[in-house]
């Protein structure tokens, strides 16, 4: 009996393990998921994420083009819609008027936002975090527009005029991209942009990426100008001949994922986007005067409209206290790209010259401390300066 009882228990025993152990045997090796990345016009690869975060590290810059290979391809290949070839303003023309708007802008509004903005953290576009400082930049976008309408006209408009707005842009990853809108009287839109989202390339899921110059910067700046532009009445109220957005685009850092959505979606609903200004990184200056440079805007003159990079110069030398200076960043190297690659005109300027711009992006040490803000508010002048102009020029 006792020998039956042992036997009997070594064979429960076997059985036991054959049946954990089955399943896992049966079990096929996950693979991991691959993404169709684009480093050159027409250069692409399949890549793993971390070797996404390798190419960054390497300094190489790339499109996510996974979900997106097409965008482009309808207004290239489109019978009805030539290609787009913008003429803008010889020089600006509403001097007094925008003069009269930049006194308004704030460095105190500048830190304060930055200072919420950077305390998330991360905002890696894959994270809860990246979630909850979408919301929160949503909800601070919403508040400048309820405050705008408490100390202007609009607040006595009819309910036929049209109003700013703003909105979420979903994505599949959780960090929405946010658009606010000051309506025009046509669809003629110019589009100012900067991406919301940071990163850490050593560890993006796992380490902090304040992101104070990379991107929020870019981020407050917009915003402040955003602000002062919707406190010239003969903008909120709709009478500029001209739509302008504000866009703050989720997961720059993973590929221009959010732009290219957004653009994407555009070119299929034929928008008519005349310009798009990016703003990525616009307050750093320590590398530019530890050279002994002058402080200067970074007008990037590489895969960009020239046609629109001409007028931003003019922008900067009438509304800006810093003059200008050429540079260059190489393809892909903010969301301006996408705005190209789907047949828009669009121009990028940043800090300083690209070689002076902040070494410490992408690490836990892109903090509020490095940065000017001062500086900041030259290109808050140039935004808004741009963002007037355009809004009431004639556009064919």
């Keep these: 009996m006792k020998t039956k009882s042992l036997l009997a228990a070594s064979l429960l025993a076997t059985n036991a393990v054959a049946s954990i152990l089955q399943p896992l045997e049966q079990q096929p090796i996950q693979e991991e998921e691959l993404y169709l990345v684009e480093t050159e016009p027409g250069e692409t690869q399949w890549i793993t994420e971390e070797q996404k975060w390798e190419l960054k590290r390497a300094g190489i810059n790339f499109m996510d083009i996974t979900d997106t290979p097409d965008l482009g391809l309808f207004n290239s290949q489109s019978l009805t819609k030539k290609p787009q070839k913008v003429t803008f303003p010889s020089s600006p023309a509403h001097n007094g008027t925008v003069h009269s708007l930049l006194k308004s802008l704030s460095q105190d509004n500048l830190r304060s936002n930055l200072e919420a903005f950077t305390s998330f953290y991360t905002r890696y576009f894959r994270s809860t975090y990246g979630a909850e400082s979408s919301a929160w930049l949503f909800n601070r976008v919403n508040e400048t527009i309820t405050n705008s309408t408490k100390t202007s006209s609009l607040s006595s408009s009819s309910s036929d005029t049209p109003t700013p707005f703003v909105r979420v842009f979903p994505h599949k990853w959780g960090q929405s991209s946010i658009i606010a809108t000051i309506p025009g009287t046509s669809n003629k839109t110019i589009v100012i942009g900067a991406h919301q989202d940071s990163i850490n390339l050593f560890l993006p899921s796992v380490l902090p990426a304040p992101g104070a110059d990379d991107d929020g910067s870019g981020t407050v700046t917009i915003l402040e100008a955003f602000r002062v532009l919707l406190s ?34 555009y070119e299929q609903n034929s928008r008519d986007v005349k310009a798009m200004l990016q703003q990525d990184m616009t307050g750093y200056t320590k590398g530019t005067l530890a050279a002994g440079k002058p402080e200067a805007v970074g007008v990037i003159t590489d895969f960009v409209d020239p046609r629109l990079t ?31 690659k789907a047949g828009y005109p669009s121009a990028f300027v940043i800090e300083s010259e690209f070689g002076d711009s902040d070494k410490k992006i992408h690490t836990t040490e892109d903090k509020i401390q490095e940065l000017d803000f001062a500086h900041m508010e030259q290109h808050a002048r140039l935004t808004a300066g741009f963002g007037y102009e355009l809004a009431f020029a004639e556009f064919e």
């Design 310 to 340: 001409d007028f931003i110069k003019k922008v900067v030398e009438t509304y800006c206290e810093v003059p200008y200076v050429e540079t260059k960043c190489g393809y892909a190297c903010s969301d301006h790209a996408s705005a190209s």
């Design 232 to 265: 010239a009445p003969e903008l909120a109220n709709g009478s500029a001949p001209n739509t302008l957005e504000f866009h703050w685009y989720s997961a720059e850092e993973g590929g221009l994922l959010g732009s290219q959505a957004i653009f994407s979606t």
